[in-house]
T-cell receptor, first 111, second 115 residues
């Protein structure tokens, strides 16, 4: 069974700094790795999905990398803004599409 | 484009009362559907998933049940709620099979408080 770990659990940075969020997984036979954002009391918004055949994926200020051999994915957020404050979750599906989530990293960007 | 709806958005129910949460998906057919729960201060836990009408798989033994009466409708139910059923319930869908990215999309969630 896939196990997903996210470090750190919480992160506080001043506005303008780059954010680096880490995600580790145990099963390298991963279909994809999906990064989500969750605002307090809200559902999950998909940010990026990296296919198992890809090494990275970019969307605006967000860049996610995937290294299957080491069981790691990293989400980079460039030039952070207060609006980036949220909880970020990573997850990978099994063959039935069931997602195994990490516990998340709670990010606070201070003005 | 596809959208996913959940209702109600919030619910406060006494212990022992029944529960019915509904999820519907628009703009796709034959999706895989999932119910997750997020308890306060805890991660997301998969409760049920469905690969087709009437097909339900349970991940966690509990007093909740799920049904899929139509292709794009997924219902979470309980006959008698417990305090421990409080949490944030999220419905999600994906498409599996050849060529699928397995990307999963989530609804806005239902906040359930059992008193």
């Amino acid at each position: 069974k896939q196990e997903v770990t996210q470090i750190p659990a919480a992160l506080s940075v001043p506005e303008g700094e780059n954010l680096v969020l880490n995600c580790s997984f145990t099963d390298s036979a991963i279909y994809n790795l999906q990064w989500f954002r969750q605002d307090p009391g809200k559902g999950l918004t998909s940010l990026l999905l990296i296919q198992s055949s890809q090494r990275e994926q970019t969307s605006g200020r967000l860049n996610a990398s995937l290294d299957k051999s080491s069981g790691r994915s990293t989400l980079y957020i460039a030039a952070s803004q207060p609006g980036d404050s949220a909880t970020y979750l990573c997850a990978g599906p099994d063959s039935w599409g069931k997602l195994q989530f990490g516990a998340g990293t709670q990010v606070v960007v201070t003005p | 484009s596809q959208t996913i709806h959940q209702w109600p958005a919030t619910l406060v129910q006494p212990v022992g009362s029944p529960l019915s949460l509904e999820c519907t998906v628009e703009g796709t057919s034959n999706p895989n559907l999932y119910w997750y729960r997020q308890a306060a201060g805890r991660g997301l836990q998969l409760l049920f998933y469905s690969v087709g009408i009437g097909q339900i798989s349970s991940e966690v033994p509990q007093n909740l049940s799920a049904s899929r009466p139509q292709d794009r409708q997924f219902i979470l139910s309980s006959k008698k709620l417990l305090l421990s059923d409080s949490g944030f319930y999220l419905c999600a869908w994906t498409r599996l099979g050849a060529g699928s990215s397995y990307e999963q999309y989530f609804g806005p969630g239902t906040r359930l408080t059992v008193t």
